[in-house]
């Protein structure tokens, strides 16, 4: 699809059950109009799972090479980076929010509409008039819902409710407990403004002993899939998640072609769905009632409900395609009653289709209902209504029934296939060293088809690593890259129609590596933050910090602390690989023995803290004396040992030696002092039979021969001041 064109999403999160439904309705739109998408999280890989709002500290133009323009889900970005991306040419388009000072298109449920219906619902239908609001503030699609309460309760003469903050839109946002709530104003409903802290605060009254819908009818707003599952089903009201998306991308495509598209909220409609939490207790068994007296119309209005709500010209086509699924669904139960079933299966399928399309928990029920209400309503002449109902309708929800359970099945191997994978993953990249984290094959672990990993260096710049790519085509190469250039063309290239390219930082903690590239199908079907490529992220940082961690163990292991050099286990494990060299390869070496004259008197003098400097100061002059291939490691004390590679016994060792002793005794300034010493340095050449033990035997008592022959011959050994 080449380097540009393609089209971007910020999020939070890029997959999870809000989000990820989000960001599939934006892929669904960018492939709808032959877009690529790029899907950025803004969040750093392993970030805190909770939806807690603000602006997180998000600067990076990644991807901006290779996007045209964006959308921006709520509280993904600073307003800021928005503000940049539209100096920068780049149109956006939020979705979930407006902000103060940027005049762009935004995409938004209709918040206001939606709790205006819920709080309707409880005063007119339920005689409330103590309701009381729970939710985070900080949230801008929040403190609408917040706003739109109060104004119901002021037209309808009612007094605020009691307000319960929430620190998160989850669960574990509910801080307060059920005596916040037992006072003389007992509020008799309670408006949560997410499903998840609807849940939690449930849970919360039960502790306390309060029952829902019993002692305190209580609502939601998302309508995510659990609330129908729940005891009691829990009220909410419907948002279009997925319509919104696709309505955010055909904003972008109209901006992109030059049409002029108005700032500002571009409202999507919410739906109220009542249920047994708010005292709605046989909701689960009717339907809500429709102005429409034609049957076949009425069935088809009622098979459109199911389905997920659009802008208008997508809306209008999801009537027609309910009411062909109602006009064929008729003729079946029809040709049912008068002996012919084979118009049955027909039926079935029109309605599968409905329900795979639909994004309702409740639609299996909404389907099944409204058949039977038209079956029962138009019976054909002359045959029972039981009858009518028994012969076709049965057939039509059993198959539904079976369709459902396919579904669910299907969920459940999709989740068990998650769980296998991440453990896999977990092996791979924790635990077992046969694996490279730096290499992205690693991903054909994972339902993903392509993968490129850029690591940042010590001086900050990237660098692309070798990517991965499951299907054949061309290699997505190693080399240098920028952030506005990454992930690269050729990764974008291998998302095939109905893939997304992710990006995510690869970023834990404190722990900032660089960036995860990979190509995938949205997932939306698990918790935010829980999504296989911010798992991937997170695991690729930790486990190039296991590595980091465990080279330098290994390395603090087989150093001496002091000088940083090799030390005695370290340098033993050289010398022996030099013996081998020598028997296999006739490869001469030598071992010196270093011992420092002198050296204790300085320690005696000025202390150790002084002496551990002076130790410092020979290594660094033996490493200046030695070549890259040498090594020299500190045998303990005031002694150190050297190799030195392909050399024999003669002038050039002499000579070596000779330096090295000059370089050691030249004066030491430390501090306020400075300090001399001399050296004693033996030699034992390396034969082809000659033992580790028995090596450094020779060059120990070469190094006191040495010794011998230089006592009393005046060595500098003392230390003295400073000038």
Known sequence: MGEAGGLGVLSPFVGGTYYGSLVAGVAAGAEFHGRRLLAVQTLDAAAHLAVTGGDPAFDTPIAWDHVSGFVALADSVHPDYLNRLTRAGKPVVLVGHTLEGLDVPAVLPDNSAGIRAVVTHLIRDHGCRRIAFTGFLAVTDVRERYDAYLEVLAEHGLEPGLLLPATTNIENGIGWDTGDLLGRDRPDALVAATDRNAIGAIQVLEAGGLRCPGDILVTGFDDIDEVSLLNAELASVNQPLDAMGRRAVDLLIRQLGGVAVPPGPHLLPTRFVPRSSCGCTGYAERLPELGVDDGLRRLGVRLAEVLPSAEADTAAMGLRAAGHAAAITAEALAAAATGDSSRIGSAAVELEALLAASIDPDAVRVISRAVQEYAVAMPVTGVPAATFVGCGVQAIMLSLGRARSRAQLADKLHLRSLISATYALNQALLHRRDTEPRDPSWLGLTPATAGSIALRGSDGALVRTRGWRRR??????????????????????????????????????????????????????????????????????????????????????????????????SFVSSLEAAITRRRTEGRPSVLLFLDLDGFKQVNDSLGHHTGDRLLVGVADRLRQCLRAEDVVGRFGGDEFLVLLDDITPGPGLDALVERITAAICRPYHLGEHVARVGVSIGTAACGADTGVEQLLQEADQSMYRVKATRRGKGSPRIAVPAA
Do not use: Y
């Open 472 to 569: 054949p085509g061309p290699v997505i190469p190693a080399g240098p890259t920028t952030v506005t250039a990454f992930p690269p063309v050729e990764l974008l290239d291998a998302a095939l129609p109905g893939e997304t390219v992710f990006v995510v930082k690869a970023k834990v903690g404190d722990s900032d590596r660089g960036w995860l590239a990979l190509v995938d199908a949205v997932e939306n079907r698990v918790e935010d933050g829980r999504e296989m490529v911010n798992q991937c992220a997170a695991l690729l940082t930790i486990a190039l910090d296991l590595r980091d961690q465990e080279q330098l163990l290994m390395r603090e292991a087989q150093s001496d602390r002091l000088t940083g050099l090799p030390n005695r286990t």
